[in-house]
């Protein structure tokens, strides 16, 4: 069966500081990735979703970046964090057109 | 631009009643999801529609598509206190990207 992993689960991180925030997929091969935010008890924003090794997408313009090293390793980074960025960060993955399958999250506040 | 709506905004009711959460949208799409999410953690997909007017039935939940695939209901019978969560539709038109609703926040109450 397939597993979605995230971590870390919480991050308290100052302004101004970098961001690594990591991914991984397990018993599946060539999936669609995705980055998700969400705002407090709200719905999702795409952030960037990946087809493959090196294939980004990004949704919205931002001083966030993601990166896709390996086929089941997904990456949300950034060189400077702002107090915007603080919120709730979710990693997806899909195959088939239709259904999406989410990591437990990631809850950065930025202080 | 695909946009979905979702009302209510809120719900909040008691035990045993019964409930229906609406996501619609001006766009049609192929396909559409309904998650439940629980505070801190990650959405859990409950099913996906993909047919014009289908009914896809999961225990008491009952999910409808409608006729021209731009909208969607969640009815719960006899909601227990485990329904209590954020409900969030998802739409998929053929490609990689989902657009989501902004949520309804339902409270079961004992």
């Known amino acids: 069966s397939q597993t979605i992993h995230q971590w870390p689960a919480t991050l308290v991180q100052p302004v101004g500081s970098p961001l690594s925030l990591e991914c991984t997929v397990e018993?599946?091969?060539?999936?669609?990735l995705y980055w998700y935010r969400q705002a407090a008890g709200r719905g999702l924003q795409l952030l960037f979703y990946?087809?493959?090794?090196?294939?980004i997408s990004s949704e919205v313009p931002q001083n966030l970046s993601a990166s896709r090293p390996q086929d089941r390793q997904f990456i949300l980074s950034s060189k400077k964090l702002l107090l915007s960025d603080s919120g709730f960060y979710l990693c997806?993955?899909?195959?088939?057109?239709?259904?999406?399958?989410f990591g437990p999250g990631t809850r950065l506040t930025v202080t | 631009t695909q946009l979905l709506e979702q009302s209510p905004q809120f719900l909040s009711i008691q035990e045993g009643e019964n409930l229906t959460v609406y996501c619609n949208s001006s766009?049609?799409?192929?396909?559409l999801q309904w998650y439940r999410q629980e505070p801190g953690e990650g959405p859990v997909l409950l099913v996906t529609?993909?047919?014009?007017?289908e009914v896809k039935k999961l225990k008491r939940l009952t999910f409808q598509f409608g006729d021209a695939r731009k909208d969607s209901s969640l009815h719960i019978t006899a909601a227990q206190t485990g329904d209590t969560g954020l409900y969030l539709c998802?739409?998929?038109?053929?490609?990689?990207?989902?657009?989501f609703g902004p949520g309804t926040r339902l409270s079961v109450l004992p």
């Open positions: 997806a993955w899909s195959l088939e057109p239709y259904e999406q399958y």
């Open positions: 018993g599946t091969s060539n999936p669609n």
């Open positions: 990946s087809v493959g090794i090196g294939q």
């Open positions: 766009s049609v799409f192929s396909s």
């Open positions: 529609v993909v047919t014009g007017g």
């Open positions: 998802a739409g998929n038109n053929y490609g990689q990207n989902f657009v």
